[in-house]
């Protein structure tokens, strides 16, 4: 009985206490729960943030995981140097110590006692140990120090990548965005299509065959738009990623990219200004004077060290202060054939980063030589696709008004309507052509991302 009543109790006091309010966005989504499905509002999809050419290049060579990674490394090459560096310093050293024995220890007896041990003792040194003649410890500093170089230019190539994919991935978003726009008319077109010949039908002057025709290419229309909105998206998310964002990302207007230079400028201009040539040319440069600093393998290595101490109570051998120098002498005559080994593997890697660096060249006078020539040519075909599509889009409006007032069928007026989204669709990917034969020219160039970006 006790046990029903506390219960009853502790429900009342629950049910009267008073719950805190929720808030307003909770509220409202509760309440669109509650409701039923047909009576829901529609969920609105947020839209992206847009950014221009100029911010995304910025925000990728600050974010981009690449980038930070190259960085990264850079801050541990400098780290390793450190350590080398360490080789070559003095080092100072400190030890105390405190022994206790079961008992004095003394020599003799009478007037001739000698403490040899004191029961409590404490002793304590300092050393300071230097390297006089250490040409491997330098060499190694020094060649520590070119490995940093290396990766600082390593960090800018990597740099180069991100923003050379940052801006392709801006031009992908940018032309399918066209072809969205593209596709969007023609499926606009389509309906007004299918909206006559439905009236048409319905008014007696047309048949079911143009109305049937124009219903499947307006369903057709509105699957090529899906589509092309699928893409635009995994375009947009993947500039998204590629900036560091955790979303997609919709594009800010037309780049605004510097001029190409002339063919021989730009082939000239290759040599010394791509970063991939540049930290080749580093690399080739640390194997170089790795291969001319291998005599300091067979030189000696000279240290010496300087330690006073104290030791409290003295003793026979131990004064209560003193002091030690010395000079350590230590020279490899044979190591079983390892130096020569040694050498042997940095002149071969020597010879493959010159072979890397002679092919690299090449490849990059050919890289300007096609981006130039698919300029062009993707100039012209911009030039004949806009005549088509304007072609294409007057035929169209011509068979389209032909239709309206009977004089053609459908079947014309679709087909025509049909060559008018196929030419605005090639015009949007011939500018893009342009768009990337640009910038593949700045890139083979040297001339993108600017120095002052990298």
Same mark, same amino acid.
Request: charged content about 25%; proline content about 5%; glycine content about 6%.
């Given at each position: 009985?006790?046990?029903?009543?506390?219960?009853t109790?502790?429900?009342?006091?629950?049910?009267g206490?008073?719950?805190?309010?929720?808030g307003?966005?909770?509220?409202?989504?509760?309440?669109?729960?509650?409701?039923?499905?047909?009576a829901?509002?529609?969920?609105?999809?947020?839209?992206p943030?847009?950014?221009?050419?100029?911010?995304?290049?910025?925000?990728?060579?600050?974010y981009?995981?690449a980038?930070?990674?190259a960085?990264?490394?850079?801050?541990?090459?400098?780290?390793?140097?450190?350590?080398?560096?360490?080789?070559?310093?003095p080092?100072?050293?400190?030890?105390?110590?405190y022994?206790r024995?079961?008992?004095?220890?003394?020599?003799?007896?009478?007037?001739?006692?000698?403490?040899?041990?004191?029961?409590?003792?404490?002793a304590?040194?300092?050393?300071?140990?230097?390297p006089?003649?250490?040409?491997?410890?330098?060499?190694?500093?020094?060649?520590?120090?070119?490995?940093?170089?290396?990766?600082?230019?390593?960090?800018?190539?990597?740099?180069?990548?991100?923003?050379?994919?940052?801006?392709?991935?801006?031009?992908?978003?940018?032309?399918?965005?066209?072809?969205v726009?593209?596709?969007?008319?023609?499926?606009?077109?389509?309906?007004?299509?299918?909206?006559?010949?439905?009236?048409?039908?319905?008014?007696?002057l047309?048949?079911?065959?143009?109305?049937?025709?124009?219903?499947a290419?307006?369903?057709?229309?509105?699957?090529?738009?899906?589509?092309?909105l699928?893409? !635009?998206?995994?375009?947009?998310?993947?500039?998204?990623?590629?900036?560091?964002?955790?979303?997609?990302?919709?594009v800010l207007g037309?780049?605004?990219?510097?001029?190409?230079?002339?063919?021989?400028?730009?082939?000239q201009?290759?040599?010394w200004?791509?970063?991939?040539?540049?930290?080749?040319?580093?690399?080739?440069?640390?194997?170089?004077?790795?291969?001319?600093?291998?005599?300091?393998?067979?030189?000696?290595?000279?240290?010496?060290?300087?330690?006073?101490?104290?030791?409290?109570?003295?003793?026979?051998?131990?004064?209560?202060?003193?002091?030690?120098?010395?000079?350590?002498?230590?020279?490899?005559?044979f190591?079983?054939?390892?130096?020569?080994?040694?050498?042997?593997?940095?002149?071969?890697?020597?010879?493959?980063?010159?072979?890397?660096?002679?092919?690299?060249?090449?490849?990059?006078?050919?890289?300007?030589?096609?981006?130039?020539?698919?300029?062009?040519?993707?100039?012209e075909?911009?030039?004949?696709?806009?005549?088509?599509a304007?072609?294409?889009?007057?035929a169209?409006r011509?068979?389209?008004?032909?239709?309206?007032?009977?004089?053609t069928s459908?079947?014309?007026? !679709?087909?025509?309507?049909?060559r008018?989204?196929?030419?605005?669709?090639?015009?949007?990917?011939?500018?893009?052509?342009?768009?990337?034969?640009?910038?593949?020219?700045?890139?083979?160039?040297?001339?993108?991302?600017?120095?002052?970006?990298?």
């Amino acid at each position: 009985m006790r046990n029903a009543v506390f219960c009853t109790l502790l429900v009342s006091s629950y049910v009267g206490a008073a719950e805190p309010p929720l808030g307003e966005a909770a509220q409202r989504e509760l309440t669109e729960a509650l409701l039923p499905k047909e009576a829901r509002s529609p969920q609105q999809e947020s839209q992206p943030p847009r950014m221009s050419f100029e911010d995304v290049i910025e925000r990728a060579l600050q974010y981009n995981s690449a980038a930070l990674l190259a960085k990264s490394e850079t801050r541990r090459l400098i780290a390793v140097m450190e350590q080398a560096r360490a080789a070559s310093l003095p080092t100072l050293t400190l030890g105390v110590n405190y022994a206790r024995l079961d008992g004095d220890r003394i020599l003799g007896s009478g007037d001739t006692q000698r403490l040899v041990a004191g029961a409590d003792q404490v002793a304590g040194n300092a050393a300071v140990q230097l390297p006089i003649l250490a040409p491997s410890r330098w060499a190694q500093w020094l060649h520590a120090s070119d490995n940093v170089k290396v990766a600082e230019l390593s960090a800018k190539d990597a740099r180069q990548k991100v923003a050379v994919a940052a801006a392709r991935a801006y031009l992908l978003v940018l032309t399918q965005q066209r072809i969205v726009e593209a596709v969007t008319r023609s499926r606009d077109l389509a309906a007004e299509h299918h909206f006559y010949a439905k009236q048409r039908l319905e008014g007696g002057l047309g048949n079911q065959l143009d109305e049937v025709r124009a219903r499947a290419d307006w369903q057709v229309t509105e699957g090529q738009r899906s589509g092309a909105l699928a893409v !635009l998206r995994r375009a947009e998310e993947l500039l998204g990623a590629m900036i560091g964002h955790d979303g997609p990302i919709d594009v800010l207007g037309e780049p605004q990219l510097e001029p190409v230079p002339p063919l021989i400028e730009a082939q000239q201009e290759a040599l010394w200004q791509r970063s991939d040539l540049k930290l080749l040319q580093v690399r080739a440069w640390a194997a170089a004077r790795l291969i001319r600093h291998s005599f300091v393998d067979y030189l000696p290595t000279v240290t010496g060290s300087f330690a006073p101490f104290f030791q409290n109570p003295p003793s026979i051998v131990q004064p209560l202060l003193g002091w030690q120098a010395r000079i350590d002498i230590g020279w490899t005559l044979f190591d079983g054939g390892l130096r020569y080994g040694v050498q042997h593997e940095r002149k071969a890697q020597y010879e493959q980063i010159k072979i890397t660096q002679w092919a690299t060249q090449l490849q990059a006078r050919a890289e300007v030589r096609a981006a130039s020539y698919a300029l062009a040519r993707a100039q012209e075909s911009v030039h004949a696709a806009k005549e088509a599509a304007e072609a294409a889009s007057l035929a169209a409006r011509m068979a389209r008004q032909a239709f309206l007032v009977g004089a053609t069928s459908s079947l014309d007026a !679709l087909d025509a309507e049909r060559r008018a989204r196929d030419a605005e669709t090639a015009l949007a990917q011939a500018e893009d052509s342009v768009r990337q034969a640009h910038l593949d020219l700045l890139i083979a160039s040297g001339r993108f991302p600017s120095p002052q970006k990298q």
